[in-house]
């Protein structure tokens, strides 16, 4: 019988964990394969010519569309949340999910133009709004309350998230940019059913408690007026959307705009929800109120980590030397950087957390997320010193950038998931976690609305602002903990 890394609890699994989390972790590894294999083709898709293969939209439009995607995909998991809680439970969730996504992946195979992207589109973001944060709960059901394995597995799990992440472009991207955008999203497609395929024979693995929903709706118990208010309220905002688009009112602009102040609006209204429900029971309460600072600095970590798509995208092609090493390096490489050091170091922090465990010395969740926020912050100051010295910078730099952001990422990213497992009101599971990932379309939001001060000129201010403002934050989260409490119970397993 294999032990586990703790040698406290018996377990022939996955590293010494749980079987259902090998079952979740490829599950996941597959559909980011086929999330960020789409993304790495998409824009070159949208914005190539027609005789080319793409779409001939204008560039500007097209990057626009990306970024607000992105920030739609993540900001679905509060609705997908509230549904698998509510109705469909993290299995049949993911499941669901999963097959919305293929059919998103199947329209963009299809040369049909721009109204099977946006079909496609809507089928992604519904679907990833209901897998991404069903997945991820599940990953928390697999450990019982106070098995000190919790933070580890997310960090295992985490390392599946990047291997799609680092291996997609590869493929998806190679095969779509060389061949054919086509048979790069059939790629995609192929690459979620086999997730589908692994989930739907290790579910067994998972456990009872994703089967049903934790707080299940009972519509014909909700008061008539309340049922009334409700379907008004959902068909006037569809009229809306819909009068908006038809009059030629939703520009890219707007759309932006729009989702920037939701961005932010949703987790704020969530917040207040949560806190005020009557099935929140006041333990809880006082748990999501120290989870609240736990978010805010997930948030300004996201401002930093997910500029590496947009501001080093765009340093890295016209700023860094990239013939330093004798060869043209494809600007987009930079891309996989991150996701290829997240491979190298997470293992290793994932044993360290147990062993750390096992010595009761392992650092509070506020300590590991500031950790990550001060190392987010220093990857932007790191950028200063060479943005001095004019251009163009040599290309080490930007991967050292990537490389610290990634070590950031680990402390915090993983940690939040397992954190959020644990601290979220009972009722609020699934929700609370698409919460979490809604963070990161809260950064994104902020970011888009900051991101037009970068310049080439501005690149040494730009950096060093964003980067010691960072800090500042993560510092203040260290201080928080030491004299908030609660914050600093956020490490252990409630008990009630
Ligand atoms: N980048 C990670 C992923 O793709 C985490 C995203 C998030 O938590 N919002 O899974």
Redesign the pocket.
Known sequence: MARSLTGTKSARGFFGHPPGLATLFFT?AWE?FS??GMKAILLYFMYDRVGEGGLGLPSDTARALVAVYGAAI?LA?IGGGWVTDRVLGTVRSTLYGGVLIMCGHLCLALPAGAGALYLSMVFIVLGTGLL?PSI?TSVGQLYPDGDERRDSGFTIY?TG??AG?LLAPLVVGTLGENYDYHLGFGVAAVGMAVGLVVFARGRGRLGERGTRPENPLRWREVPAARRRWSVAIGVALCAAVAAAALTGTLTADLVIDAISVLAIALPVGYFTVMLRSPRTTAAERTRVLAYLPLFLA?VCF?II?EQGATVLAEHAQESTDLGAFGFTIPASWFQSVGSLVLILIAPAFAVLWVRLARRERQPSTAAKFSFGLVVAGLSYALLVIPSLGGEPTHPLWLVGSFALVTVG?VCL?PI??SATTRLAPAAFATQTMGL??????AGQGISAQIVGWYSRETAPQYFGTIGLAAVAVGLLLLVAAKVYRPLRDTSATPSG
């Open positions: 996941e980011r999330y960020y993540y998991a991404k991820s985490y998230i990047s992440a997930a996201w980590q990422e990213s939040g998931m979490w990932i809604a963070s990161s379309a």
